[in-house]
């Protein structure tokens, strides 16, 4: 099992980015995903899970509104669409398969002007 | 939502010590709770799941237990790879909901 998170970077206050991950060495649809960040220093944060058919999506309340999570089983792919990015949006997001028996390495997404 | 507290909050200990950590949940829930450790830099790694399952590659040193609103992960002699930070999750609901963090140092 691989997962690798990619699209994290620098934006400012108010702006977009697309995370996604690429997801190797299992059947993808068969399984739900979650994505989950972690702020500098700070503990784990449950941002949103997607089913594997896509048919169930749930959000943190915290980024409800702003966020979207897809995924295409025909790529292997899972991606995070984040828009009205917020100084508190800071952290490394890291995609999960299922419960968390298998992680990818992270994305730091920075928001900053 | 359901919250998660874990206690310590810091946890000083020695090679070989048995310790304890506690995770309560501000609501009853059957077994569904995971145990992750991670190391600065890295991602979590699952330890246990459904509250007592020993995920597969896991030492078997490490244990959970509980069921309602108290679980524990207990490491019954500490190795020096141990020290670490640990998280508690429940999945019975969403938001899954992570505890803060308990951070195992050396004494």
């Known amino acids: 099992v691989q997962l690798v998170e990619s699209g994290g970077g620098l934006v400012q206050p108010g702006g977009s980015l697309r995370l996604s991950c690429a997801a190797s060495?299992?059947?993808?649809?068969?399984?739900?995903m979650n994505w989950v960040r972690q702020a500098p220093g700070k503990g784990l944060e449950w941002v949103s899970y997607i089913s594997g058919n896509s048919r169930t999506i749930y959000y943190a309340d915290s980024v409800k509104g702003r966020f979207t999570v897809s995924r295409d089983n025909a790529k292997n792919s899972l991606y995070l669409q984040m828009n009205s990015l917020r100084d508190e949006d800071t952290a490394v997001y890291y995609c999960a398969r299922e419960v968390g028996d298998d992680w990818g390495q992270g994305t730091l997404v920075t928001v900053s002007s | 939502d359901i919250q998660m507290t874990q206690s310590p909050s810091t946890l000083s200990a020695s090679v070989g010590d048995r310790v304890t950590i506690t995770c309560r949940a501000s609501q009853s829930f059957s077994s569904w709770l995971a145990w992750y450790q991670q190391k600065p830099g890295k991602a979590p790694k699952l330890l246990i799941y459904?509250?007592?399952s020993l995920q597969s590659g896991v030492p078997s040193r490490f244990s959970g237990s509980g069921s309602g609103t108290e679980f524990t992960l207990t490491i019954s002699s500490l190795q020096p790879d141990d020290f670490a930070t640990y998280y508690c999750?429940?999945?019975?609901?969403?938001?899954?909901?992570f505890g803060q963090g308990t951070k195992l140092e050396i004494k």
């Open positions: 999750q429940q999945y019975n609901s969403y938001p899954y909901t």
């Open positions: 060495g299992f059947t993808f649809s068969y399984y739900s």
């Open positions: 459904k509250a007592s």
